[in-house]
């Protein structure tokens, strides 16, 4: 199996992804597909050790910037680094694609070359954040700002097949965020959202949970907009860095401290790779037919490494196809 991975996006440039996407594909034992300027991607590639991996360069020699417009910028550059991966998924040359360019982009080519799985109206982004019992799935991260009631029922479904087939959870729980637990919280979006989620077969619901219960892992899959959804991702990125850069400063505040904190290092440098961004690799673009990541711009060697390892448990576990099939089941009250 190869990945596709979109080498010039990210905000540190492709040779910083072009390191990182061959060394989870050495971790994963997968090949790679690689999409850009051929020349960029190629000069990339001298400099970093890819023996052991198959390493597949596709020339790609239009790029969409983070400023421009998503469906614009689809539609204007067809050959953009972006577009060539997935078309790489689309005709079986990779199992799944990794870009940490233009989220939208992304996800506005994603939907324009691979099509919606049939049974679902809208994609949602979904990545599991730090939590006390592990990771708890959230979603939708940004892909839908505003939207429907039984969109919501849709991505709890989504949710509930890719905690079990990704992340290993045997039976997930499903909670709905909202500003309170009781089921008369929340604004109307929530309100018209928690009897259709009661009511849903298939997927095991367990009210509201609030902002708080993520880290707590309350429930295993956690439903919400997109708006909120991003809004609770950037405050707890925000969140962990402050910890991080507030433990490091007492720390070191003096000669005594630092003794402390030396004999503490390897606690400390756990508790990081919990809390890192880098550690969880991207978000999966869920609804599309194919696997998608979504990598965080800033993303390091680290972390695209890591995308590419989500991307191989996205295709091995082939969760495109387990969704669809949740969705033609009749506990998903779709029918056939």
Same mark, same amino acid.
């Given at each position: ?11 540190? %440039? ?21 999409? %850009?300027?051929? =020349? ?40 953009? #680094? ?29 939907? +324009? ?10 994609? &949602?982004?979904? /990545?599991?954040?730090? #939590? ?8 939708? +991260?940004? /892909? ?15 949710? !509930? ?8 959870? &045997? ?9 309170? =637990? =009781?089921? !008369? ?14 009511? /849903?077969? %298939? ?50 505040? #003096? ?22 961004? /880098? ?17 965080? %711009? ?33 506990? #998903?009250?779709?029918?056939?």
């Amino acid at each position: 199996m190869r990945i596709a991975v979109d080498a010039v996006g990210g905000d540190h %440039g492709v040779v910083v992804v072009v390191a990182g996407a061959v060394a989870g594909a050495r971790r994963h034992g997968v090949g790679l597909v690689l999409t %850009g300027p051929e =020349e960029a991607v190629r000069a990339a590639l001298v400099g970093t050790d890819a023996a052991g991996v198959e390493v597949v360069v596709r020339d790609a020699p239009e790029t969409i910037g983070m400023d421009e417009h998503p469906a614009q910028a689809v539609r204007r550059k067809p050959r953009s #680094s972006i577009g060539v991966a997935l078309e790489a998924v689309k005709a079986g040359e990779a199992g799944a694609m990794v870009s940490a360019g233009n989220s939208g982009a992304a996800m506005a080519a994603a939907l +324009l070359v691979l099509g919606r799985i049939p049974g679902i109206d809208r994609p &949602a982004i979904a /990545a599991p954040l730090p #939590s006390r019992r592990g990771r708890t799935l959230v979603l939708d +991260l940004g /892909a839908v700002t505003d939207p429907k009631p039984h969109h919501l029922v849709q991505f709890a479904r989504m949710g !509930t097949v890719y905690a079990r087939e990704v992340l290993g959870v &045997a039976a997930p729980t499903v909670g709905l965020l909202a500003n309170g =637990e =009781e089921a !008369t919280k929340g604004n109307l979006l929530v309100q018209e959202t928690h009897p259709l989620l009661a009511a /849903a077969e %298939g997927i095991d619901f367990r009210g509201n949970v609030e902002g708080k219960d993520i880290p707590n892992g309350v429930v295993d899959v956690v439903v919400t907009d997109g708006f909120t959804g991003n809004v609770a991702l950037k405050v707890a990125e925000g969140v962990a860095g402050f910890v991080g850069e507030t433990i490091r400063a007492e720390i070191t505040g #003096s000669p005594l401290r630092k003794l402390a904190a030396a004999l503490l290092r390897p606690a400390f440098r756990a508790a990081r790779a919990k809390l890192d961004y /880098a550690e969880t690799g991207g978000a999966a673009l869920l609804g599309v037919s194919g696997v998608v990541v979504i990598a965080h %711009g800033r993303s390091n060697e680290t972390a695209i490494a890591n995308a590419v390892g989500v991307a191989v448990r996205g295709a091995r576990g082939d969760v495109a196809a387990e969704i669809a099939a949740a969705l033609r089941s009749p506990a #998903s009250g779709l029918g056939q």
